[in-house]
C-alpha cells in the first residue's frame, strides 16, 4: 500500500480549483482538470523542468510584483474564494517554518433556535490542553468564535473556508496540525454517489441559515488531499452526525469487549491525503447526535465529546488510539447522559438506553494501523 501512494504521488500532481479554490488532483498529462465540488474546469499550466522551471518562475514572479501589488496566485501565497482572489487576512498567524499550527471553531448561534452555551468553553479548554500539554504555541492557533471582535475571525462560512486552508498552507514534512471543531453538523442526501450510506455529512458555519453548510467532500478535498509525506492531521469534531466528516477512507470498529476491526468505507476513488496522515476523532457516529451537557463538568456546559476527549487524554499521558477511544466512550456513558439516574435504574440507562442510542465518539483514517499499538501524539 505504501508503494502505490509513493507510484502515486509521482506520476500526478495538485492543482487548484479557480472556482472554489479546492485541491485538485491532476493526471499525468492532462491540461484540464474538473472540480468535483463545484464542476469548474481549471485549465493546466504545462511546466517546464529542472533549472529552466526554476528561472522561469522566479522571472514570472519578478514581473508580477512589479506589474501589480497582488502576489501570484499560489498556494502559498493566495488562495481563492468563490471565484475571487481572497489573500489569508493579516489577522491570522504567521506559521510558516513552525512544526504546530491549530485551528479551534467553537460556534454558539447566539440569538437564534440553535444556540449552544459550551461550544466556546471547548475552545478555551481545547486551546489550553494543546499549549499546556502538546506544546503548541499560542501564537500558531487559530481561534474563531463570535466571541472574536475581529471580523476575519468570526466563524463565518467564508472565514471558516480561509482558516481550513491556512491550517494546511505550506505545510512540511514533521508539521503537525490540530482541527477542532465545535458546533452543529447536519446530514445532506448525497448528490455525487460517494458515501456509503446515501448523506453527506455537514458542518454549520454561523450564517449557516443565510450561506449553507460546509459539507464533507468540500472539506476533504481541503485539509486531506494536500497532506504531503510527514505531514499529520488530527481532526476533533464536536458536532451531530460527525462519524464519517472527513470523508477518509477508514472507519474504526470497536466493540464494548474491546474488539477492533477497520471498515474500509470508500465508494469509488478513495478520498487519501497525498502521503500524509489524517486521522478525526468526531462526538458520534454519522446517524447519532451529541450533547452539549453540565452532566460531566458540573455547571459549566461543554460538548460531552470535547469534555471526555480532554480527561481521557489527561487522565493517561502517552495513551494508544484504542485506549483514548474507550476512555472517551466510558467517560460519556458512565454520565448517564442527560437522565443523571442513579442507583440500578440509572446502571441500566447507562448501559443500555444510552450507549445504543446515544453518542459514541468514533475514530476514522486515512489508512489502518493497530490502534492499541500506536501511541496518540499531536
Known sequence: MAGGRSQRAATTTTTMCGGCGAYLTVPPGARSVRCALCR???????????????????????ISSIVSPQPPPSPSASLRLGGAAGR???????????KKRALLVGISYAGTKYELRGAVNDVNCMGYLLRERFGFPADCILVLTQDEKDPDR???????????????????????????????????????????????????????????VILDDEINATIVRPLGPGVKLHAIIDTCHSGTI??????????????????????GEPKCTSGGLAISISGCGDSQTSQDTTALSGSTSTGAM???????????????????????????RDSGGEFGIPGPIGTFFRRVITFSCAQEPQLCASEPFDIYRKPFLL
Not at 251 to 264: A, H
Not at 306 to 332: D, H
Open 154 to 212: 468570526l466563524p463565518t462560512k467564508d472565514n471558516l473556508r480561509l482558516a481550513m486552508r491556512w491550517l494546511v498552507e505550506g505545510t512540511v514534512a514533521g508539521d503537525s496540525l490540530v482541527f477542532h471543531f465545535s458546533g452543529h453538523g447536519v446530514q445532506k442526501l448525497d448528490k455525487n454517489g460517494d458515501e456509503v450510506d446515501g448523506y453527506d455529512e455537514a458542518l454549520c458555519p454561523m450564517d449557516f441559515e443565510d450561506r449553507g
Open 88 to 98: 489569508l487576512p493579516a489577522s491570522y498567524p504567521r506559521v510558516l517554518g513552525r
Open 246 to 267: 472527513l470523508d477518509l477512507p477508514y472507519l474504526c470498529r470497536i466493540s464494548r469487549t474491546g474488539y477492533w476491526q477497520w471498515e474500509n468505507h470508500s465508494r
Open 306 to 332: 470535547t469534555y471526555s476527549f480532554i480527561k481521557a487524554v489527561e487522565s493517561e499521558p502517552g495513551t494508544t488510539y484504542g485506549r483514548l477511544l474507550t476512555a472517551m466512550r466510558a467517560t460519556i
Open 40 to 62: 469548474a474546469v481549471t485549465r493546466v499550466e504545462r511546466r517546464p523542468h529542472g533549472l529552466h522551471h526554476a528561472a522561469v518562475g522566479f522571472i514570472k514572479g519578478l
